[in-house]
């Protein structure tokens, strides 16, 4: 009987250590395309601001609570820019702004996760637009992580923010009419953890 109860004892105390193990490793979520939408705000010849969001893009994110680091990669599908206007769209994708056809239309933000507590509170990254690679540090204003109702699997969402200039990356559109060149930026970012 004692025999037994010390194998159940170290059976439990094993099981334990390996479920601890599993939760303390880096887990690799996978962006919610459909939960997920960066957008921004720039100004029009300071009288009002422009508003929109980027429609489709993907990515991961790595989190290592134990290690207090992790990282992102996002890719973000300029072709979906979305201002709610279909001209202004079009003229975006243009040789005017975006210019798909010379850079495509693919622009990535890359970085580190820093941790506090073990929850991210920012990301210090680049930002790769038309070419042109600059650091940008995303403030998480919120973070948090469920149990995903129907897939069973962690799911973690946050809410960022960052200010950067346009005219560095080479949009220097409405410069000579007064626009101001800093884009106020806002992204809401969900992802589940990958199987």
């Not at 439990?12 to 887990?27: I, R």
């Amino acid at each position: 009987m004692k025999f037994s109860s010390k194998l159940f004892a170290i059976a439990a105390l094993a099981s334990g250590m390996a479920s601890n193990g599993a939760t303390a490793a880096p887990v690799s979520y996978d962006v919610d395309p459909h939960h997920t939408f960066p957008s921004f705000e720039a100004d029009h010849m300071g009288i009002s601001f422009w508003r929109g969001k980027i429609n489709k893009n993907s990515g991961k994110i790595v989190l290592d609570r134990e290690a207090g680091q992790g990282t992102v990669d996002i890719a973000i599908d300029l072709s979906s820019i979305d201002f709610g206007e279909d001209l202004l769209n079009k003229w975006a994708l243009g040789k005017d702004f975006f210019d798909v056809k010379k850079h495509g239309k693919t622009a990535r933000y890359s970085g580190k996760l820093n941790l506090a507590n073990g929850d991210p509170t920012e990301v210090q990254g680049q930002l790769t637009l038309m070419g042109v690679t600059k650091p940008l540090t995303l403030k998480l204003n919120r973070f948090k992580c469920i149990p995903h109702p129907m897939l069973k699997r962690e799911l973690c969402g946050a809410d960022a923010a960052a200010t950067f200039n346009r005219e560095e990356f080479g949009l220097a559109a409405g410069k000579d009419y007064g626009f101001s060149m800093d884009v106020a930026l806002r992204i809401q970012v969900e992802a589940v953890a990958a199987k």
